[in-house]
């Protein structure tokens, strides 16, 4: 079974309020496989416009994060203000600021 086909499985048993452990036990899928599966639908469920524009969104995957020149030094986070002295302006999901590159060192 597909992993999409496990997702539309537990979307209506989430809608309800089951727990990721009553969804294993009723449907037989995995609970690791539940708890991976839930947390994307249960963010969509809370707030479905952001869970779109996170989907959609110019930096959805979070690889430009990993491979900016503006990454920060030490795990996460972002140096573009440290560098050209100007804020971001964005989002994270939707950065435009993004350069592929060696990682900078702080002035």
């Known amino acids: 079974m597909s992993r999409e086909e496990k997702s539309k499985i537990i979307r209506p048993l989430i809608k309800k309020g089951l727990k990721n452990k009553e969804i294993a036990e009723r ?3 995995p609970l690791g496989t539940v708890n991976g599966l839930s947390g994307p639908i249960r963010k969509e469920l809370k707030n479905p416009v952001k869970a779109e524009r ?5 930096n959805s995957d979070r690889h430009k994060c990993r491979t900016c020149q503006y990454r920060h030094s030490d795990a996460g986070g972002c140096d573009y203000c440290i560098h050209t002295g100007k804020e971001r302006g964005c989002d994270v999901e ?3 600021k993004a350069v592929v590159g060696e990682r900078l060192t702080k002035k």
């Open 27 to 29: 449907t037989g899928i």
């Open 54 to 58: 996170i989907k959609s969104g110019d």
């Open 94 to 96: 939707v950065c435009d």
